[in-house]
């Protein structure tokens, strides 16, 4: 019997591979290091543009912070299973619309 996840996978496994030594011919270890140290770049600085933001617009602002006060005590039993999380969620994704607009 066949099991189509796990051939997707070794799939893109071994495609994943493929394109790894492709970059290693092509590049050399010398490139693939500037590349691995772009990568880190950019995701530092994103992360650098994300928390300046939040602490520009949602930190500043006194209902964002009651509300995330309240999610924070609502997601707060670590230990156990949450009650009704699709409502605690569903209104999260809805604050978020009207806060930023989203949709």
């Known amino acids: ?15 994943c591979r493929m394109i790894g030594l492709c970059m290693q011919r092509t ?10 140290r772009l990568l880190c770049f950019m995701i530092v600085q994103e992360l650098q543009n994300f928390t300046s933001f ?18 924070s005590n609502e997601l707060e039993p670590v230990n156990s299973l949450i009650s009704q999380l699709h409502a605690i ?7 978020c619309n009207v806060r930023f607009k989203l949709m």
């Open 1 to 15: 019997m066949i099991n189509r996840s796990t051939d997707c996978v070794v799939f893109l496994l071994t495609k």
């Open 27 to 36: 590049v050399g270890t010398w490139g693939l290091t500037g590349l691995d």
């Open 54 to 71: 939040v602490e520009r617009r949602v930190l500043r602002d006194k209902t964002w912070v009651e509300w995330l006060n309240k999610l």
């Open 89 to 95: 969620l569903r209104s999260a994704v809805c604050v």
